[in-house]
Structures are given as structure tokens and as C-alpha cells.
């Protein structure tokens, strides 16, 4: 980013090292998004028309949220950010791990699959956290995002599943966004990292290379350069 001329804003999540405040939901970390945006736009050697988010995971939903009610934002980047509402993704999370266990007889497989809507039920109900993921459609706000946006997704995906890209790209175009990217990579998992093996969560200790691929950071760098600096 610092060759391309684009500072980075590093913060601690509210919590955690040295920001306080109680944990809380998505919507309200995208309240502190808001109040670090404000920020940057009160320093004098920002230009406050070429601020960016970049957000992973559940940050791919936090984006969209602030983006949708500030269209002065110099575009969003979305890795693997969700297009189901959190009951659906933890569904497909859940269900997976027993579609593809090895050595289950089919009445086995489909004994486990039925335990399956309760297991998510009983997570969605942990804290006020889960009980906001659980319900939190991505789409609506989604559409109503007018900044330009850049998809992207690993191939290998098995915590957002790699379709939901497609939909977020729909959705964005279907509802009006002339600006919007998407680049799907073959080879990398949730977390952005090359897997030799079918990307579930339980490789992620075992992988050899921790580093974010160069492939993808140029990516990001350029799409943000050939934005923010218009």
C-alpha cells in the first residue's frame, strides 16, 4: 500500500491490546469503523474523498454496513464477505465437515445431518453477538452500497462459501453499481492462503505458508490506487 502512496489506519478491535470497550455485534463494530473514517477525515494530510475499506470475514460485512450510508468513501474491498444471513453460513459450516467424513455409512451421515438445525440453533443463542450474525441479512445493505466495490474470494472457502461471491457481485450490480469487481483465486482458503489440500478450517495449523500471497496484495493495491487516486 505504502508504494502505491496509500497510508493504512492500524487500530486495535475494541477489546483487545490497547482499545477498551465491551465486545459487541457487527453493527457495533461498524460504528467504530465510522468514528476511525471521521478520524482519518479530520487529519490534514488525508484527502477525506480517497478513504477505502478493506475487510475480511465478518469486516466484509462491516464495510457494506458504513458504505451504504456514506457514499463519499473512495470504494470497499470485500475478502470472502458473507451473501447469507450467519444462520445459512453456519448451516453450510456445520453440514460440510459431515458431507465429507470419510467412513460414514449413509444412515450414519444422515443421523449427524439431523443434528445439524440444532447445533446452529444453540450457537445462535451464545451472546448478542452470535444472536445479531445469526439474523443479520448482508443483501439489502448491500444493494443500497453505491462506492465501488472489490470482490474477492478463495476458491477454497469452506468458512464463506466460495458462491457467496457470486451473489454479492449480483446483488451490487442488480442494484444499480456500475463499479463493481470480482476476482476469484483457485488455490487459497478462507484466510487468503495457498492450500495444497481442500481448505478446511482444521488444515489452517498445519500450513506451511502463513503469508498472504503477493498476487493478492498487488490486487488490492492497484484497485485502490486506480481509485483513490482519481
Same mark, same amino acid.
Given at each position: 500500500?505504502?508504494?502505491?502512496?496509500?497510508?493504512?489506519?492500524?487500530?486495535?478491535?475494541?477489546?483487545?491490546?490497547?482499545?477498551?470497550?465491551?465486545?459487541?455485534?457487527?453493527?457495533?463494530?461498524?460504528?467504530?469503523?465510522?468514528?476511525?473514517?471521521?478520524?482519518?477525515?479530520?487529519?490534514?494530510?488525508?484527502?477525506?474523498?480517497?478513504?477505502?475499506?478493506?475487510?475480511?470475514?465478518?469486516?466484509?460485512?462491516?464495510?457494506?454496513?458504513?458504505?451504504?450510508?456514506?457514499?463519499?468513501?473512495?470504494?470497499?474491498?470485500?475478502?470472502?464477505?458473507?451473501?447469507?444471513?450467519?444462520?445459512?453460513?453456519?448451516?453450510?459450516?456445520?453440514?460440510?465437515?459431515?458431507?465429507?467424513?470419510?467412513?460414514?455409512?449413509?444412515?450414519?451421515?444422515?443421523?449427524?445431518?439431523?443434528?445439524?438445525?440444532?447445533?446452529?440453533?444453540?450457537?445462535?443463542?451464545?451472546?448478542?453477538?452470535?444472536?445479531?450474525?445469526?439474523?443479520?441479512?448482508?443483501?439489502?445493505?448491500?444493494?443500497?452500497?453505491?462506492?465501488?466495490?472489490?470482490?474477492?474470494?478463495?476458491?477454497?472457502?469452506?468458512?464463506?462459501?466460495?458462491?457467496?461471491?457470486?451473489?454479492?457481485?449480483?446483488? @451490487?450490480?442488480?442494484?444499480?453499481? /456500475? +463499479?463493481?469487481?470480482? %476476482?476469484? *483465486? #483457485?488455490? !487459497?482458503?478462507? @484466510?487468503?492462503?495457498?492450500?495444497? /489440500? +481442500?481448505?478446511?478450517? %482444521?488444515? *489452517? #495449523?498445519? !500450513?506451511?505458508?502463513?503469508?498472504?500471497?503477493?498476487?493478492?496484495?498487488?490486487?488490492?493495491?492497484?484497485?485502490?490506487?486506480?481509485?483513490?487516486?482519481?
Amino acid at each position: 500500500m505504502a508504494r502505491e502512496g496509500i497510508a493504512v489506519l492500524r487500530l486495535d478491535d475494541r477489546g483487545v491490546g490497547g482499545s477498551g470497550g465491551p465486545l459487541g455485534t457487527t453493527a457495533d463494530y461498524a460504528d467504530d469503523i465510522r468514528q476511525a473514517v471521521a478520524w482519518l477525515r479530520a487529519q490534514r494530510d488525508v484527502e477525506w474523498r480517497s478513504i477505502a475499506l478493506v475487510g475480511h470475514s465478518e469486516g466484509g460485512a462491516i464495510a457494506p454496513i458504513v458504505a451504504a450510508d456514506d457514499s463519499t468513501l473512495g470504494g470497499i474491498v470485500l475478502l470472502a464477505g458473507p451473501a447469507k444471513c450467519g444462520r445459512d453460513i453456519l448451516d453450510d459450516q456445520f453440514r460440510r465437515p459431515i458431507l465429507v467424513a470419510p467412513g460414514l455409512s449413509d444412515s450414519a451421515r444422515q443421523a449427524e445431518l439431523a443434528k445439524v438445525p440444532e447445533a446452529v440453533a444453540r450457537f445462535s443463542q451464545t451472546n448478542a453477538w452470535s444472536r445479531w450474525f445469526a439474523d443479520y441479512d448482508p443483501l439489502p445493505t448491500l444493494r443500497r452500497v453505491r462506492v465501488p466495490v472489490l470482490v474477492l474470494q478463495g476458491a477454497l472457502d469452506r468458512q464463506v462459501s466460495a458462491g457467496q461471491a457470486d451473489t454479492l457481485t449480483t446483488a @451490487l450490480r442488480g442494484a444499480g453499481n /456500475g +463499479d463493481v469487481t470480482l %476476482t476469484v *483465486y #483457485p488455490d !487459497l482458503n478462507h @484466510l487468503f492462503l495457498h492450500t495444497d /489440500g +481442500d481448505g478446511a478450517p %482444521t488444515e *489452517y #495449523p498445519g !500450513l506451511a505458508d502463513t503469508r498472504i500471497p503477493d498476487r493478492v496484495l498487488e490486487d488490492i493495491a492497484a484497485w485502490l490506487s486506480a481509485r483513490l487516486h482519481r
